[in-house]
């Protein structure tokens, strides 16, 4: 079973940075991929960013340019930068981890952008 908590959820203002962290109970570089989603309040669950085994990165429209994944797998943690965040961004983001044909989610964390 793979936990994941994600951290660095919060208040910001439109055109401010945030960083969100995802900290798996596994060794991510098995994994086939790790992504983030958001669900905003009377949406569906979006794919934000996705990044697979081989390092390879893939993004909705509405964030290129501006959000970028990342990992460490020493510490076995994927990141979300967020900048230039738009109070359309604002929603609950969910880490997730997919190893095979299995999908793993973290709690969830809010970002709420105000402008």
């Known amino acids: 079973q793979v936990q994941l908590v994600e951290s660095g959820g919060g208040l910001v203002q439109a055109g401010e940075p945030l960083r969100l962290s995802c900290a798996a109970s596994?060794?991510?570089?098995?994994?086939?991929?790790m992504g983030w989603y958001r669900q905003a309040p009377g949406k569906q669950r979006e794919l934000v960013a996705r990044?697979?085994?081989?390092?390879?990165?893939n993004y909705a429209d509405s964030v290129k340019g501006r959000f970028t994944i990342s990992r460490d797998t020493a510490k076995n943690t994927v990141y979300l930068q967020m900048n230039g965040l738009k109070p359309e961004d604002t929603g609950v983001y969910y880490c997730?981890?997919?190893?095979?044909?299995?999908?793993?989610w973290g709690q969830g964390t809010q970002v709420t952008v105000s402008s």
């Open positions: 990044i697979s085994n081989g390092g390879s990165t």
């Open positions: 997730n981890a997919l190893i095979w044909t299995s999908n793993y």
């Open positions: 596994g060794s991510i570089y098995s994994f086939t991929a």
